[in-house]
């Protein structure tokens, strides 16, 4: 069964430095999400695409966070520089389209920022 | 904009007990309506989703949920339960209307933590 793969699994920074974190959709999946879970709440989308572009992006703190999609198929998320509170669940998902609803859901990349 | 409320943070059940988690959403439009699991350290995996028809739906595992329109509720049920249903449970919504080029997002609640005691 197609999975939507990320990495790392675990990643531990400390506070200033860069970090990115990997995301590779199920094959055929246009639309990508990039959430962000923190311990003990619910994910919170931080960016979406479709395709190669971005669809949403109005909760991406972007005076640290930038993510990118250059082919329309994997998909990175940077953070420069780490904060403590960056520290959370970030999960990738994906769905065939825009329009579609379910949404399938990567392992999650854990980061603790130190 | 649409918010999910999950008034229980823990609940704590016997094994082959019967149990319910709750879930209440707020939107000025129509939604279509989820319940995902997530496994220690794992992603989310769909549960089981209301999109129309009947408001009893069925998931995996045993599970199912009812829709109230009238009590903008969605709660989650299992008759008997099983140690390996400890996890954490996410009720979210998603308009149910799409306009092309826009964003088909799904709004999470806090999650509710399940453990299932022998």
């Known amino acids: 069964e197609a999975e939507v793969a990320q990495s790392p699994r675990y990643k531990i920074t400390e506070k200033s430095q860069a970090v990115a974190f990997w995301c590779d959709p199920i094959?055929?999946?246009?639309?990508l999400y990039w959430y962000r879970q923190i311990l003990g709440q619910g994910p919170e989308l931080l960016v979406q695409?479709?395709?190669?572009?971005?669809?949403?992006d109005s909760q991406l703190p972007k005076d640290r966070f930038s993510a990118e999609r250059l082919k329309g198929v994997d998909s990175t998320l940077k953070i420069q520089p780490a904060e403590l509170g960056d520290s959370a669940m970030y999960l990738c998902?994906?769905?065939f389209g825009p329009g579609t609803y379910e949404q399938y859901f990567g392992p999650g990349t854990r980061l603790t920022v130190t | 904009a649409q918010s999910v409320t999950q008034l229980d943070s823990q609940v704590p059940v016997f094994e082959e007990a019967p149990v319910e988690l709750r879930c209440n959403y707020s939107?000025?439009?129509?939604?279509?309506l989820f319940w995902y699991v997530q496994y220690p350290n794992q992603g989310l995996q769909l549960l089981l989703k209301?999109?129309?028809?009947?408001?009893l739906v069925k998931g995996i595992n045993g599970f199912e949920a009812e829709f109230n329109k009238s009590q903008t509720s969605f709660h989650l049920r299992k008759p008997s339960v099983h140690i390996s249903d400890t996890a954490e449970y996410f009720c979210?919504?998603?308009?149910?209307?799409?306009?092309?080029?826009?964003?088909?997002?799904?709004?999470f609640g806090s999650g509710t933590q399940l453990t299932v005691l022998p």
């Open positions: 695409f479709q395709d190669e572009s971005v669809v949403d």
């Open positions: 094959s055929g999946h246009a639309t």
């Open positions: 979210a919504v998603s308009p149910s209307s799409f306009l092309s080029g826009s964003a088909r997002q799904l709004t």
């Open positions: 209301y999109l129309s028809g009947s408001t």
């Open positions: 998902a994906s769905s």
């Open positions: 939107s000025s439009v129509s939604v279509y």
